[in-house]
């Protein structure tokens, strides 16, 4: 029986919505917790994709602590399995953790509270779970969920591919009558289909949310001279946040850190081939740091869970749009503003492109990878909104522009292009989806090769002399990404037709201006000089700052004091409602956003002390 609930509650989602409300602080389910808890709380299966900071784990706490018996978590990290179980024991759940690090006597302890239907949630690693002993030691334990988190590991098209994770299929006969819940936010298609033959979940629902972050801020910026110098300055700029840098090799990490330590930055270099120790006791400082920059390589993923990173800098381009937004969404997990830049040149493109030349792979599989890159520089280097191109590629539709980004914000110099739009389109409706871009191109050119009458009949065949093979390449690749276009793959020699045709519609009609970005434009843009101090901050008022700050102060010396991660005790946003409320009392403190029973319990006193302090 679970700790928190004492008693059978008839309606579940009423109970889930209780433990939301007392043990986690919030007034309302986000997004589609609702709809994945209320599956699980039906005792089926069900598999939910939700982005970053969308809230995946409460899809699982919370059936755990409403349903009865003891809730397995099986998770990939151990990082992972600490912050989260750390948190939940700050708002008074019962979790613990099994894994390689954790030693003999608080093994049987976990055990004995186990065995007595004292703990809630335990967290586990795939191959610690698979053990017999422990196996066999579950079987007798009443079980109210088990929960795959990070379910892609188990696909081995993705970067996260575990093998241990292909085991998890066997959970289906080792505890049938356990409702089994896959999470990721890893999306597209092939993922989920592999999550669904590997963990045994043909039959059950499928929960895909929006993969819109709108707490984030892209931009994108040509290298230009010093890429180092240019990090040390954006670095800087944003002193007193903590943040992310990747970099491309590791001894970038290593000079670029330095660098910024060199600017007075508090920077900690981190990639695979440090010593373990030093790794983990790397990840530990910048988790417990109020604001610290950690420089790292893609080694360095998917265990950071700090939920006040306000940046993530790339001063190397990710290798494709999922890389950029699994990196980028590492950025304002807490939902407060936070900006992804990201550098990118066209020697880095070519890199990508020679690399994957070298890879003993599939030819395929190799233009599967080339078409990534393509639609990544496609994106780094478009002229419209950035987010919205990065959510149409993930299947989104009716996707509008976020209104925030660099290019939403008419950093880029750009030129109406509608008319060779308006060409192109017609050509490639004409051609009737039956040839690739290339073809399309030499057919505004008249350029084919040994044309057929049939071709050179069509009213567009050389239509386009105007732009040249290059800027027609450029512009049809911007209008697949724009979905104007779409590309069916074909084995790996995709084939172009026209897009989503409500779009093509538009602009044919010319209610849809396709801008192109002017060639040798680019220059003089970028994350630069521009006003956006008023997004960038915390929603924290002028007057509510010193407040603000003295609670950060209280929070960081309880935190050391615990030596847990300051987000753990408060977020930033509870916080910043805090400072802004100053709540008189306790009923007035329980009833902002953040704060439980059980924090209200544990620190309701000092943080209304604090808030005493700054009341006239
Ligand atoms: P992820 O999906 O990336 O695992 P988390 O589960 O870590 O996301 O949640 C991200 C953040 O959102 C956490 O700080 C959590 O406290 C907060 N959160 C989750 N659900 C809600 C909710 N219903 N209302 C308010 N905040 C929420
Ligand atoms: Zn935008």
């Given amino acids: 029986m679970s700790a928190v609930l004492a008693e059978a509650e008839p309606r579940p989602m009423e109970a889930a919505r209780d433990v939301l409300r007392r043990v986690f602080g919030h007034e309302a389910f986000r997004g589609l917790q609702a709809d994945v808890i209320a599956e699980v709380l039906a005792g089926r299966n069900a598999l939910a994709v939700l982005p970053t900071g969308g809230g995946k784990s409460l899809c699982y706490q919370i059936p755990a602590l409403v349903r009865p018996?003891?809730?397995?978590?099986?998770?990939?990290?151990?990082?992972?399995?600490?912050?989260?179980?750390?948190?939940?024991?700050?708002?008074?759940?019962?979790?613990?953790?099994?894994?390689?690090?954790?030693?003999?006597?608080?093994?049987?302890?976990?055990?004995?509270?186990?065995e007595a239907g004292a703990l809630d949630l335990l967290y586990v690693s795939p191959e610690g779970l698979m053990q017999p002993?422990?196996?066999?030691?579950?079987?007798?334990?009443?079980?109210?969920?088990?929960?795959?988190?990070?379910?892609?590991?188990?696909?081995?098209?993705?970067?996260?591919?575990?093998?241990?994770?292909?085991?998890?299929?066997?959970?289906?006969?080792?505890?049938?009558?356990?409702?089994?819940?896959?999470?990721?936010?890893?999306?597209d298609a092939r993922t989920r289909e592999d999550i669904r033959a590997e963990l045994r979940l043909q039959d059950s629902a499928e929960f895909v949310a929006s993969f819109a972050r709108p707490e984030l801020i892209l931009s994108a910026e040509r290298k230009r001279g010093s890429a180092e110098k240019r990090v040390v300055e954006l670095v800087t700029a944003r002193a007193g946040r903590s943040g992310v840098v990747y970099?491309?090799?590791?001894?970038?990490?290593?000079?670029?850190?330095?660098?910024?330590?060199?600017?007075?930055?508090?920077?900690?270099?981190?990639?695979?081939?440090?010593?373990?120790?030093?790794?983990?006791?790397?990840?530990?400082?910048?988790?417990?740091?109020d604001a610290a920059v950690m420089v790292a390589t893609i080694a360095f993923g998917m265990g950071v869970d700090k939920p006040d990173v306000r940046f993530v800098i790339h001063a190397d381009p990710p290798a494709s749009i999922e890389a950029y937004w699994q990196e980028v969404g590492r950025a304002g997990r807490d939902g407060e503003p936070a900006e992804g830049i990201t550098l990118y040149g066209a020697a880095d493109m070519a890199w990508a492109y020679r690399r994957l030349a070298e890879r003993d792979v599939d030819d395929s599989v190799k233009q599967t990878q080339a078409r990534k890159v393509r639609q990544l520089y496609a994106m780094l280097d478009?002229?419209?909104?950035?987010?919205?191109?990065?959510?149409?590629?993930?299947?989104?539709?009716?996707?509008?522009?976020?209104?925030?980004?660099?290019?939403?914000?008419?950093?880029?110099?750009?030129?109406?292009?509608?008319?060779?739009?308006?060409?192109?389109?017609?050509?490639?409706?004409r051609l009737g989806g039956r040839f690739g871009r290339g073809r399309l191109v030499d057919h505004l050119l008249a350029r084919t090769k040994d044309p057929s009458a049939w071709e050179t009949g069509l009213s567009t065949w050389g239509i386009g002399q105007e732009l040249s093979a290059a800027q027609w390449k450029d512009l049809t690749e911007q209008l697949v990404f724009e979905g104007l276009l779409r590309e069916t793959p074909n084995d790996g020699r995709p084939l172009v037709g026209l897009g989503d045709a409500d779009a093509v519609r538009a602009v044919f009609r010319g209610e849809r201006p396709v801008l192109m970005r002017k060639a040798a434009a680019g220059e003089e843009r970028g994350a630069r000089g521009r006003g956006r101090k008023g997004r960038e901050a915390m929603a924290v008022q002028a007057a509510d700052r010193p407040l603000f700050d003295a609670l950060r102060a209280w929070r960081a010396a309880e935190a050391k004091a615990q030596h847990v991660p300051p987000y753990v005790i408060f977020h930033d946003r509870t916080l910043a409602e805090i400072a802004s409320a100053r709540p008189g009392?306790?009923?007035?403190?329980?009833?902002?956003?953040?704060?439980?029973?059980?924090?209200?319990?544990?620190?309701?006193?000092?943080?209304?002390e604090v808030v005493a302090g700054f009341v006239a």
């Fill in 585 to 608: 009392g306790r009923a007035a403190l329980a009833g902002l956003n953040g704060v439980g029973e059980a924090k209200l319990a544990h620190y309701g006193a000092a943080v209304l």
């Fill in 382 to 429: 478009g002229v419209s909104c950035r987010a919205a191109a990065v959510r149409r590629y993930f299947g989104e539709e009716g996707v509008e522009a976020c209104g925030q980004c660099d290019l939403c914000t008419g950093a880029v110099e750009t030129e109406d292009a509608t008319v060779a739009a308006q060409k192109a389109l017609s050509a490639a409706h």
């Fill in 69 to 114: 018996g003891l809730g397995l978590v099986v998770s990939p990290l151990i990082a992972l399995m600490t912050d989260q179980v750390a948190a939940l024991v700050q708002s008074g759940v019962a979790a613990a953790r099994l894994d390689s690090m954790i030693d003999l006597d608080e093994r049987a302890e976990t055990w004995r509270r186990i």
């Fill in 247 to 289: 970099a491309g090799s590791r001894e970038k990490t290593e000079t670029l850190a330095q660098s910024l330590r060199d600017a007075g930055v508090d920077a900690l270099a981190y990639h695979a081939g440090l010593e373990k120790r030093l790794r983990a006791d790397r990840l530990e400082q910048f988790l417990e740091a």
């Fill in 133 to 187: 002993a422990m196996l066999d030691r579950l079987s007798r334990t009443p079980l109210s969920i088990v929960a795959i988190d990070e379910a892609h590991c188990v696909s081995q098209w993705g970067h996260d591919f575990r093998p241990e994770y292909r085991m998890l299929g066997r959970l289906a006969e080792l505890f049938p009558g356990v409702p089994r819940l896959a999470v990721t936010a890893t999306a």
